[in-house]
């Protein structure tokens, strides 16, 4: 559940709730980032884009926790496939945007066109995929959800907790926009970057939808107004209004777990590592999100785990971890999405999806 359905706005519109975001290196002298929305695609969320909807790949190239560069995403109308009332397809347009375009609207260069379910491949060196894919998010949901309520309801640290040793995303499958470019495109060095989701049709842009650090929203604000709010605001105002409330939560789990001589200390170390959330990437290196440091994400790193551990200064894990069994050495790197067989017996997550 890194941002799965994590405010009532992903909730009433699973289309624009940005479940996970990866950055890292493709093919030599590319850089690749892709986002994902439409938790449970299929069972219990759609396995398509909201048409008035505008995904972004957001780039701050200075430092200063506002994007001067942005990959924007726009979805047409939705359309069945040829003779198949159950299969949908859609065509979209990625613009490259800089300077005041980057921060808001939906102006910039169309860099490729495409049509969902593809590969596409662009002149300038652009490849593109959007489409249904395999959730590459692992995590037992029952079992964060027993230590976070003993947490916040019984003031209690309780690592038992994750005895149950169950991938509730095994076998999910979400929408997912994957973008490959030449990274001389975003540019060179230390980068920080976080996705969005946006409604922009008639009325200015309005943002609904935020990632930067996986399990944000869950391990450190409790509250729904918490995460709405954080998911409409932007990254230069993290500080202000973030950085005390990740210190107070840090600093009570490692008093409740005993993990630090000086709880408060931790907190705020850990305050100044995650915040302002965005996720640093040396551009052209491997990427890697652990214990260590950020630098970037890719497919197979256990977000759920590192994030556990920093929070509570303890070595904490689930005892699951991505499958590498659903990462393809190519493009869209992502690999098959599950079957309709290979569900059978998995639960939708929220209710039943009656698809058309």
Known sequence: MSHHFDTPTAL???????????????????????LTVNPDAGLSAPDTFREEGLYAFRFDLNGDAVEELA???????????????????????ILRSTGRSAIQGAEGEVIISGRTGE????????????????????GDAAAITRFLTAFYK?????????????????????????VEVPTKMIGEGRVHAWATASLHGHAPEVQVSRWGVPLFTYMFLPEPGMKEAYNRSVPSSDVRRLSAQISKISGMLTKLAGSSANPNDYGQQLAARICPTILPYELDTPAAFDFVGFNGRALTDDAMDVMLTLATNTALSDGVAPTMKR??????????????????????????????
Do not use: W
């Open 154 to 178: 019984d003031n209690r640290f309780d690592p038992a907790a994750f005895q149950n040793r169950s991938n509730f995303f095994s076998k999910r499958n979400v929408t997912a926009i994957v």
């Open 327 to 356: 990462v393809s050495e190519t493009f869209p790197y992502f690999g098959a999405p599950y079957t309709n067989a290979e569900q059978i017996n998995v639960e939708p997550a929220r209710g039943s999806l009656k698809k058309g």
């Open 119 to 138: 590969v596409m491949r662009g002149g300038a060196g652009v490849t593109t995929f959007a489409g249904l894919a395999p959730d590459m998010f692992a």
């Open 12 to 34: 009433a519109d699973p289309r624009i709730n940005v479940c996970d975001f990866y950055l890292f290196r493709g093919r030599p002298g590319t850089t690749v980032m892709a």
């Open 71 to 93: 990959f924007k995403v726009r979805f047409g109308a939705v359309s069945h496939v040829a003779g198949e009332a159950h299969e949908h397809v859609q065509n979209y347009e």
